[in-house]
């Protein structure tokens, strides 16, 4: 940390304003801002004195807090849809948009050395991310980090694009299916392009061994691909069902005919 103490206090003041809860304990806002670099070799030795015990709590705290906020968010999305969505939220990349967004590049105590490399590896100021939510929680309490949260993260969270990130296990379904079955991978083929160049919208087609199975449109070629991905599980569990019936019956027949 370069600055002086008096910018330092003010510094702080505002971060705390950023994050909309004002310590009690301000020492445990300043730990969560302290990376071990910053300390001498003894001074480092003290587990207390740098964030990493508080990004441990953090990270818990964070993932427990949007768990439960996807669980009743969407209540009939399964398990697997909800992982992959609390996955993207809790990533390092998405904790450290929140970090540059809180300015905490700017307040953290640091080696210079450290600093330089946190500019090209975003691990640092995730992880001081998830260590003020840890302090959070000591110093106020789990409705203040559940607050902290859920008011930190909510325009990321509104801005996802929820059914993109669905639709991307329909994809990795439909291949494992194909590949299963068949021992090939599904081809994607954009049959047509909609609108101006602005506001385009792609027409896929999923086609299994040269056969047309389903088709998706979509605002981008993913999105379209994706769409036509989940018809295609639809349309390929059922057909699949029936043709390992039919397969056992047949089995069974011939069985009881030798």
């Known amino acids: 940390m370069s600055l002086n103490e008096s910018n330092w206090d003010i510094e702080l003041d505002n971060l705390q304003q950023r994050i909309g809860y004002k310590f009690s304990d301000k020492n445990l806002l300043i730990t969560s801002l302290t990376h071990k670099s910053s300390l001498s070799a003894e001074e480092a030795q003290n587990i207390a004195s740098h964030y990493e015990r508080l990004e441990f709590l953090g990270d ?14 969407f209540p009939t999305m399964r398990e697997g849809p909800m992982t ?46 998830e260590a003020i939510i840890g302090a959070v929680y000591l110093d106020g309490g789990m409705e203040k980090a559940r607050s902290f949260i859920l008011a930190t993260f909510k325009d990321l969270v509104e801005k996802l694009d929820i059914e993109d990130l669905i639709f991307e296990d329909y994809k990795s379904i439909v291949q494992e299916i194909v590949q299963k079955e068949r021992q090939i991978l599904p081809l994607y083929k954009i049959i047509k392009e909609k609108g101006p160049e602005h506001n385009k919208t792609f027409v896929v087609q999923l086609f299994i061994e040269g056969d047309a199975i389903s088709r998706g449109s979509g605002p ?9 991905a989940q018809k295609a599980y639809k349309i390929l569990s059922g057909r699949w069902k029936t043709f390992r019936r039919m397969r056992r019956y047949l089995d069974r027949l011939k069985k009881s005919n030798n």
């Open 220 to 228: 981008s070629k993913k999105r379209a691909e994706q769409r036509a």
């Open 84 to 129: 992959k969505i609390k996955s993207f939220i809790v990533s390092r990349d998405r904790l450290a948009e929140i970090g540059h967004i809180l300015r905490l590049e700017r307040i953290m105590y640091i080696s210079e050395d450290e600093r330089k490399r946190t500019k090209k590896h975003s691990s640092v100021i995730s992880n001081t991310v």
């Open 60 to 73: 818990s705290i964070l993932g427990f807090v949007i768990s439960e906020y996807l669980f009743k968010k």
